[in-house]
Each structure stands twice: as C-alpha cells, then as structure tokens.
C-alpha cells in the first residue's frame, strides 16, 4: 500500500468489547494519534489516523498490546466519511 500523508487511513481492529474502554483511556494521552470510532457490523473496531501518522499509530498500538490485547486486521484509505 502506498501511503499518502495528507490522506487519512482506517484501521479495524480485533479486540474484546470489554477493553475498549481501557483503550480509549490510554489514545487520549497520545494527542491527536488515532480517532477511535465504532464497532463495525463484524465486531472490529474502527480507528482513524491521519496518514503521516499511520507509522507511529501502529508501533503504539503493538507497543500497548501487552496490557490491552488487540490486533490490527484491516487497514484501508478513509472513504471520507465516518
């Protein structure tokens, strides 16, 4: 995937309902890394990140993994729209 930096990108990920909560917690304190969104109708969770800091988002996400387990599925260009 060619990534462009003043795009913005999804990204869904696998994690159990009752950790979103704790997720939500940790994003807040990386200011503006990552918009966490929705539950999809396949239970992934929807996170938006501006392109030029897709890189960064995905090492924090490995990096917190360990106390909030999760895993990147899918990542795809933002269609514009929530």
Do not use: W
């Given at each position: 995937?060619i990534?462009?930096?003043f ?7 696998k994690?159990?309902s009752?950790q ?15 918009n ?12 938006i ?25 899918e ?6 729209h929530?």
């Amino acid at each position: 995937m060619i990534l462009d930096k003043f795009k913005e990108y999804d990204l869904y990920l696998k994690i159990k309902s009752e950790q979103i909560h704790t997720l939500c917690y940790i994003v807040e304190a990386e200011d503006n890394l990552m918009n966490i969104r929705h539950l999809s109708k396949g239970g992934l969770l929807k996170i938006i990140v501006p392109g030029d800091m897709l890189n960064e988002s995905l090492k924090f996400l490995k990096s917190i993994s360990n106390v909030v387990p999760l895993k990147v599925v899918e990542i795809c260009e933002n269609p514009g729209h929530t």
